[in-house]
């Protein structure tokens, strides 16, 4: 059994830096993605067991995705922070990532509990 606990949000201001972690075993693929009230879960970040990284365009340059596997842990840093990063974040992991498109929320079966991300102007 896959059990993820993602810790490290919190609220802070326009520009400012939160890490968000992800505690737990994983499959080759692990990923962040967020959902903002009203809107659609959406892939933030992914890499996988060889440390290829993914980004969504709205996050590149600013969010770096890392994992250290001795703990089992998956890491968001997130930079520059913006009111549109508002959000629930999640971390899945997958065993398949069919396309190479480990950004699609369809391809995770493990998802954590969420952690909140607040950013007020």
């Known amino acids: 059994q896959v059990q993820l606990v993602e810790s490290g949000g919190g609220s802070v201001q326009t520009g400012g830096s939160l890490r968000l972690s992800c505690a737990g075993s994983?499959?080759?693929?692990m990923g962040w993605f967020r959902q903002a009230p009203g809107k659609e879960r959406e892939g933030v970040a992914a890499i996988n067991g060889a440390g290829t990284t993914t980004y969504a365009d709205s996050v590149k340059g600013r969010f770096t995705i890392s994992q250290d596997n001795a703990k089992n842990t998956l890491y968001l840093q997130m930079n520059s922070l913006k009111p549109e990063d508002t959000a629930m974040y999640y971390c899945?992991?997958?065993?398949?990532?069919?396309?190479?498109?480990?950004?699609?929320?369809?391809?995770?079966?493990?998802w954590g509990q969420g952690t909140q991300v607040t950013v007020s102007s």
């Open positions: 994983k499959y080759y693929y």
């Open positions: 899945a992991t997958t065993a398949y990532c069919s396309g190479g498109n480990c950004l699609n929320q369809y391809h995770y079966n493990y």
